[in-house]
Antibody, heavy 115, light 112 residues
Framework: EVQLVESGGGLVKPGGSLRLSCAAS????????MSWVRQAPGKGLEWVGR??????????DYVAPVNGRFTISRDDSINTVYLQMNSLKTEDTAVYYC??????WGQGTLVTVSS | DVVMTQSPLSLTVTLGQPASISCRSS???????????LNWFQQRPGQSPRRLIY???NWNSGVPDRFSGSGSGTDFTLKISRVEAEDAGVYYC?????????FGQGTRLEIK
């Protein structure tokens, strides 16, 4: 059974940092392109960024609103992908989902940026 | 970024009747490898998105065959042949051809 389990969400002040984790199981993680997608309260879905699989170079791409503030990394030894979020803004408030190749999705973790 | 435009944004359908959602992209979604990376997702209330259809018309494992996808280039359609109560939720189209992947605004499907 495929599982993606996110953790690390919570309340943080503007300008603060947070690191999200996504633990994967049930599929070949090493070659999977792992992405983070967010959904602001009551809103639609927005891609945040991705990290390619090992065979595709493991490179990262980000959308403009988070470029330079967010960093995605992966540890293939423990099948986990991370989202390091720095200089957080109120508009980053959302449920953050990790997804594998857009096929498998986690349950999401809520990040609230508020003073 | 590629803009994905869905219509209608809200849809109320009687149980057992068909439903159709349209999705239009601002650019062609045909990739250099010849594939068209257009997906459809369902998001039930309080749940994560679930991919129903990938590459225009391919079912994800476990998706009922009452769901079908079609289209090409910039115009795509998701059809439900006979809606069931469990189909209530929001449906999103998403393109994965151009970076960054982008979603439509979502279509809320209500069943009566």
């Amino acid at each position: 059974e495929v599982q993606l389990v996110e953790s690390g969400g919570g309340l943080v002040k503007p300008g603060g940092s947070l690191r999200l984790s996504c633990a994967a199981s049930g599929f070949t993680f090493t070659n999977a392109w792992m992405s983070w997608v967010r959904q602001a309260p009551g809103k639609g879905l927005e891609w945040v960024g991705r990290i390619k699989g090992k065979t595709d170079g493991g490179t990262t791409d980000y959308v403009a609103p988070v470029n330079g503030r967010f960093t995605i990394s992966r540890d293939d030894s423990i099948n986990t992908v991370y989202l390091q979020m720095n200089s957080l803004k109120t508009e980053d408030t959302a449920v953050y989902y990790c997804t594998a190749d857009s096929r498998y999705w986690g349950q999401g973790t809520l990040v609230t940026v508020s003073s | 970024d590629v803009v994905m435009t869905q219509s209608p944004l809200s849809l109320t359908v009687t149980l057992g009747q068909p439903a159709s959602i349209s999705c239009r992209s601002s650019q062609s979604l045909v990739y250099s490898d010849g594939n068209t990376y257009l997906n459809w997702f369902q998001q039930r209330p309080g749940q994560s998105p679930r991919r129903l259809i990938y590459k225009v018309s391919n079912w994800n494992s476990g998706v009922p065959d009452r769901f079908s996808g079609s289209g090409s280039g910039t115009d795509f359609t998701l059809k439900i042949s006979r809606v069931e109560a469990e189909d209530a939720g929001v449906y999103y189209c998403m393109q994965g051809t151009h970076w960054p992947p982008t979603f439509g605004q979502g279509t809320r499907l209500e069943i009566k």
